[in-house]
């Protein structure tokens, strides 16, 4: 057993700020509105989602070093950007803040959040998706949001997502994270999350 979303929405609550919070709750709307578009657990994709930010001040140059004793690799850009963490670190304290234990899937999607990866899965995915489009997200147009959404498919989403980061990238003079770089490759050849 695990507590309910209410219980765990107000956990989140005190754990991050309040302009945090409220992104948290639009990633946590967006991902139900895309696990019931795409037939996957709209009550799970609702939860990861609350979830997936909860550890975002709590990253710190320990980090690295506590996400490989649990048993996380811990990718270049994570060690050079320690808050890049606070997924892994949300994947790690998962058990706990439910008070029981999550699907395998949960902490995959929350580890993968921030990054990407092909180990993400389809509530990686939805997570990724909401976290970018959300309503409180101001760096999008509501164009671009229809855009993204117009996708067909999750996967179709993420690579039109990547590409407006790589054009961002390009622009800022931002190397991409490799890992990163295998999802976009992944998927363009053909894999499914
Ligand atoms: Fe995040
Ligand atoms: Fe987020």
Do not use: W
């Not at 993968?112 to 995915?125: E, F, K, N, V, W």
């Not at 117009?150 to 790589?166: C, F, H, K, P, V």
């Amino acid at each position: 057993m695990i507590i309910s979303y209410t219980a765990l929405e107000e956990k989140v609550r005190s754990m991050i700020k309040p302009k945090r919070f409220i992104h948290s709750e639009g990633v946590a709307s967006v991902s139900a509105d895309l696990a019931s578009r795409f037939s996957l657990d709209v009550s799970a994709a609702r939860y990861i989602g609350i979830y997936h930010d909860a550890y975002r001040y709590s990253a710190s140059d320990s980090s690295p070093e506590f996400c490989r004793k649990n048993g996380i690799d811990v990718f270049p850009e994570e060690e050079a950007d320690p808050m890049l963490l606070h997924g892994a670190l949300a994947a790690i304290h998962f058990d706990e803040d439910a008070e029981g234990s999550v699907p395998e899937y949960f902490r995959r999607a929350v580890r993968h959040h921030t990054l990407g990866s092909p180990d993400m899965g389809p509530y990686g995915a939805v997570v990724y998706i909401a976290d970018y489009i959300e309503p409180g997200r101001k760096h999008l147009t509501d164009d671009d949001r229809k855009h993204i959404l117009s996708a067909d498919t999750l996967e179709d989403m993420i690579i039109r997502i990547m590409d407006m980061q790589r054009s961002y990238f390009m622009r800022e003079g931002i190397k991409e994270a490799g890992i990163s770089g295998k999802l976009y490759d992944f998927i363009k050849g053909g894999g499914r999350l």
